[in-house]
């Protein structure tokens, strides 16, 4: 008799375990659906295409979003602004990069504004001009002042270098100052550090550049008293400063890629890498 008891107290505990490694097992498995089906690795490739102002930031938060997510893809093409609405329109590319806002003439686009830039007014560092106003700025680029001496400089001719027609720079610039195809430019070249260079070599020469790629082989003059700075763009105070933008195709799918790598641009973790890359973040 206490051999059968023993047998089925022995058979009973056998039971329980077994049912106990089962609830275990049931438990620990992830369900259709849940957080850990949800969290498959991102993959494939977000074509840009646009802005050479936005280098420095689409190339950082490029960066950073790839070393997040191994099996993505971040391309980036240098067209300039309107190459790339063309692009978001047309579909060769999954965003558009622009420095400027959309026109009304184009449209099924959805512009989303990443960060801010200040358009930086520029002079060779041996020209003695520290400040213009935006009077002067407009008569200096449209040709009515063609001597430096006309706004307290040296007596010497003005040399007005800017950007090429389609660049988002020219046109922020040329909206901002209000002298829409009117300037009168010695030189108009196709990327801002060609600006830059350009200004560089030339004692007489003024040009405009992204804030982001300025640097100590140029000065940037302050604006009505007001400097280009990452404060003075966000809060307004500089006048001559235009939107960076994500610019997408209404309707059109988007894979998850694409809608996370935006999704990322837009997010408090992105304003450090904005900042980093010279580029203001929107006030949040």
Avoid: H
């Avoid at 213009?132 to 270098?161: C, F, H, R, S, Y």
């Avoid at 990452?230 to 500089?238: A, C, K, L, N, P």
């Amino acid at each position: 008799m206490k051999k059968l008891i023993a047998i089925v107290l022995t058979a009973a505990m056998a039971a329980t375990l077994l049912a106990g490694c089962g609830g275990a097992a049931s438990s620990s498995a992830p369900s259709a659906g849940s957080s850990a089906a949800g969290q498959a690795a991102l993959s494939g490739k977000v074509a840009t295409n646009g802005s050479t102002s936005m280098e420095k930031v689409i190339g950082a938060l490029a960066e950073a979003f790839m070393m997040e997510n191994g099996g993505v893809d971040v391309t980036y093409d240098p067209t300039g602004s309107g190459a790339g609405i063309t692009a978001a329109t047309e579909g060769t590319a999954d965003i558009g990069l622009s420095s400027r806002g959309l026109k009304d003439s184009e449209t099924g686009l959805t512009a989303i504004t990443v960060a801010l830039d200040g358009i930086a007014i520029i002079v060779n560092n041996n020209n003695p001009i520290a400040d213009l106003t935006v009077e002067q700025i407009k008569g200096l680029a449209n040709g009515e002042v063609t001597n430096w001496k006309e706004v307290g400089g040296k007596d010497a001719p003005v040399v007005m270098i800017g950007r090429e027609a389609g660049s988002g720079t020219r046109d922020g610039f040329e909206s901002i100052i209000d002298v829409k195809d009117s300037c009168k430019y010695a030189q108009e070249l196709t990327a801002t550090g060609a600006i830059i260079a350009a200004v560089a070599a030339n004692e007489n020469a003024i040009g405009y550049a992204s804030l982001s790629a300025v640097d100590d082989t140029v000065k940037a003059i302050t604006v009505e008293g007001v400097e280009a700075s990452e404060t003075t763009v966000q809060d307004g105070s500089y006048k001559v400063q235009r939107p960076f933008n994500f610019v997408v195709k209404e309707g059109a799918e988007q894979s998850a890629a694409v809608k996370a790598f935006i999704e990322f641009a837009e997010s408090k973790e992105a304003a450090d890498i904005i900042i980093a890359a010279g580029a203001v973040p929107l006030a949040k």
